[in-house]
């Protein structure tokens, strides 16, 4: 990311482990998230992280070729896990701290592992919610996060509606359990309200990440719901909230951030298990695969929300291509 908005590809000295704990990673494969997009076209970057190498990916799965760290010898399979604003996933290589790290079990599918970075937050995020349960929850957003609250939410509660407007997106969310509503052609609160008999939602889950599906959220849910705010802060500094409706609802409302810094990174360890024993299910991610010299192309594919419910980045690809160069 060599300036906002900007996004190139080049070539870097290769990073060293220096202390102790440090890791080397190959990284074999990366994947682009939402916030992503936001940090590299709506200002909410880290001035201090433009121009370098994988920045701002933090989605990835890799190989140790280096290791300071008794924990992560050479050829172990990790998920990367650096912090959502500093990562480094989009690099072939990488340097991260042991303690950014999650082991692989053996004999896993490392595209499908790859998703449990996203899915670990959605997991993470329930647990900030309070570990709701009850008789409706409500997704806003139909990406790959919503896909994967839909699939917890599902066990939990009785019916789980999903708002999203691309009708194939909607598609993976019904064979998954959920009740579609597809905005603008039906209105969200009149199907929370029919489902619920005028209620309201126990729970809201916003993965979109607009203020306007913020204020909705909180329109929906019952006297005493929770808002469960994922998505990323659409602007930088103020934004509008419903806050009076909030007030007047006794609404709990959640923000979630931090996931990756959870001590033992729980979440994101038993997210690696519901992947690879097959309990949460993830290929609709795994549809549209570039190398990282088609990785520009891709993050446009994926800023375009349309059927494309998830981009991965092949960075072997690369890797090889580059030996034969060489």
């Known amino acids: 990311m060599p300036g906002p908005g900007l996004l190139d590809v080049g070539d870097f000295p290769d990073p060293r482990p220096v202390r102790d704990g440090d890791v080397l990673v190959q990284m074999h494969y990366a994947s682009v998230c939402g916030s992503d997009l936001h940090m590299l076209y709506d200002g909410l970057h880290r001035e201090d992280m433009v121009g370098r190498p994988g920045y701002p ?23 990367a896990l650096p912090p959502g604003d500093a990562g480094g996933c989009f690099a072939e290589l990488q340097v991260l701290d042991d303690a950014q790290l999650v082991p ?32 409706t929850a409500v997704v806003i957003g139909g990406g790959s996060a919503g896909l994967f609250f839909v699939q917890l939410l599902a066990q939990r509660f009785e019916q789980v509606l999903v708002s999203e407007p691309h009708p194939g997106r909607l598609a993976v969310a019904e064979r998954l359990g959920a009740t579609p ?12 309200a029919a489902a619920t008999g005028g209620a309201g939602a126990d729970l809201v889950v916003e993965t979109a990440g607009l203020d306007a599906c913020r ?39 959640h923000w979630v951030s ?34 990282l010299e088609d990785a520009v192309a891709g993050v446009q594919v994926a800023r375009a929300q349309g059927a494309v419910i998830k ?10 291509r580059s030996d034969e160069r060489n």
């Open 258 to 291: 931090g996931a990756q810094a959870e001590p033992g990174l729980s979440s994101f360890r038993e997210a690696v298990r519901l992947v690879h024993e097959g309990e949460v299910e993830v290929d609709f991610c795994l549809q549209h695969t570039v190398g």
């Open 104 to 135: 692989l079990p053996t004999g896993g599918e490392l595209p499908r592992l790859l998703m449990a970075q996203q899915l670990g937050t959605a997991v993470f995020a329930l647990k900030a919610f309070g570990r709701p349960a009850g008789g």
């Open 57 to 79: 990916g933090h989605e990835g799965v890799g190989a140790v070729v280096e290791s300071r760290s008794a924990e992560f010898p050479v050829g172990t399979l990790v998920l």
């Open 181 to 192: 509503v597809r905005v603008p052609d039906a209105s969200l609160a009149d199907a929370v």
């Open 311 to 320: 981009i991965v980045v092949d960075l072997r690809a690369s890797a090889s």
């Open 215 to 253: 204020a909705e959220a909180v329109d929906m849910i019952r006297k005493g719901g929770t808002v469960g705010c994922f998505g990323y802060p659409e602007r930088v500094g103020l934004a509008p909230f419903p806050v009076q409706a909030a007030f007047r609802k006794a609404a709990a409302v």
